[in-house]
């Protein structure tokens, strides 16, 4: 469900900065959105189980429930995979919202304001402008409507409800829900998904019969070769191989298949990082998560669970963050340009180990209820959370595969 939401805020934002370029006298030196405001621990959670939730087995009619900072959360997401940021206030019968991209270097921003009207069916562009300058309200509907039949073969959106303190999301999943996320993908993506799980399954053959396996040979291997499916202008693509490869490695890593058409599928075989199972799956779906959705819903995703453990559960683990942080930026390295993805697919062909991708977790704190967490460290918005997880970062910083990021 976050995927079409997104694809849909996405599209609209698209549409009304399509006249960008005709209108370059319309960009402002400042941008009209900043980084948004932190979810609190509350709010982090009822995201993660947005986020996890709206996944049923099969196609039917569902309704989406959001409140306001994470309706924000997710227009923000949808806009920064097109580069800005963007917000999103509802009110009773409609909504505003505001988007800013930097355009080029030191052309300033353009700052598009849209106001959004209910109907019986899906939003309507009431107003909108650009920077000064008006935009035609009915052309950006128009658009908005064509572009969501590229997302029919996930889902239909049928109405969206707004109020002051919820949004009602009415949409209808086609098909198995389970695969509709990869009728999105273009024949290109889906090839890239059925290859690099087809190497997979050939990496878990060459390693012991026995036991579990180590999440870094299979990583490296897979980041090694590219999957000879070219781009634009039939150029090599590693930015697009390595974000299949962490795609590919995360539902195998968490007993997931990719529905996609593959020569070969790979053994089941339980996959740890520096001994543990569940470091494994922190890592692999951060760096997925990041991957496909950026890196602001990884971390948020992240700490959501952490929270959520931590309020009766397994408890609050800063190992699990160091797992969580380790697979973020390995997927900013390896997806955020076509150099870092180099860089990447070399470091690879050399062989990472463990300690090259994530480093020791011994001595971080673990297992800390609420209470506890909050008496001890604080809040995630305390000095001393904040010190901690700067100490994570400057530990993943000092491992081989970020220290030897050449500078640009």
């Known amino acids: 469900m976050l995927r079409l939401l997104s694809g849909v805020l996405g599209l609209l934002t698209l549409a009304a900065a399509a006249g960008v370029a005709l209108l370059l006298v319309a960009l402002e030196p400042q941008p009209l959105v900043h980084a948004n405001a932190a979810l609190s621990s509350a709010e982090l959670r009822s995201f993660t189980a947005t986020v996890r939730s709206g996944n049923p087995g099969h196609a039917g009619i569902e309704t989406l429930t959001l409140t306001p900072p994470e309706l924000s959360a997710m227009v923000d997401l949808a806009a920064r995979r097109l580069g800005g940021q963007a917000r999103l206030r509802p009110a ?33 562009v009431a107003t909108a402008r650009l920077g000064g ?30 109020e002051p303190d919820q949004v009602r999301v009415l949409y209808r999943l086609r098909g198995d829900a389970r695969t509709a996320p990869v009728a999105l993908l273009d024949d290109a993506e889906k090839r890239r998904l059925g290859v690099r799980e087809a190497q997979l399954a050939a990496i878990v053959t060459r390693q012991h019969r026995a036991g579990h396996l180590s999440l870094a040979p299979l990583l490296s291997g897979l980041l090694a070769q590219p999957t000879g499916i070219t ?58 998560t990041a991957a496909e959705g950026g890196s602001p819903l990884s ?32 997927a900013e390295l390896a997806t955020g340009s076509a150099a870092g993805a180099r860089h990447t697919r070399r470091m690879a062909r050399a062989g990472l180990g463990e300690a090259d991708i994530m480093p020791d977790h011994r001595g971080l704190p673990e297992g800390m209820q609420q209470a506890v967490l909050a008496r001890s460290i604080g809040t995630p918005s305390s000095p001393a959370y904040a010190r901690l997880i700067d100490h994570i970062d400057r530990r993943i910083d000092a491992t081989k595969l970020h220290r030897s990021m050449p500078a640009s």
């Open 133 to 162: 300058l008006p935009l035609p309200a009915a052309l950006l509907s128009h658009l908005l409507r064509q572009g969501l039949k590229e997302l029919a073969p996930a889902g239909e959106l049928l109405r969206v409800g707004f």
């Open 299 to 330: 971390h948020l995703v992240g700490l959501a669970k952490e929270l959520a453990d931590a309020d009766g559960g397994s408890g609050f683990s800063f190992a699990d963050m160091l797992a969580n942080r380790a697979g973020i930026r390995l």
């Open 92 to 124: 009773r019968g409609g909504a505003a919202l505001t988007a800013s991209f930097p355009i080029a270097r030191d052309l300033g921003h353009a700052n598009l304001q849209v106001e959004l009207r209910e109907t019986a069916g899906i939003p309507v």
């Open 231 to 288: 781009g634009a202008g039939g150029r090599d693509d590693p930015v697009a191989d390595n974000r299949a490869a962490l795609l590919v490695l995360a539902a195998y890593v968490n007993g997931r298949r990719v529905p996609v058409s593959s020569s070969a599928r790979p053994q089941r075989r339980r996959v740890l990082l520096r001994g543990r199972h569940d470091l494994a799956q922190h890592f692999s779906i951060s760096a997925a």
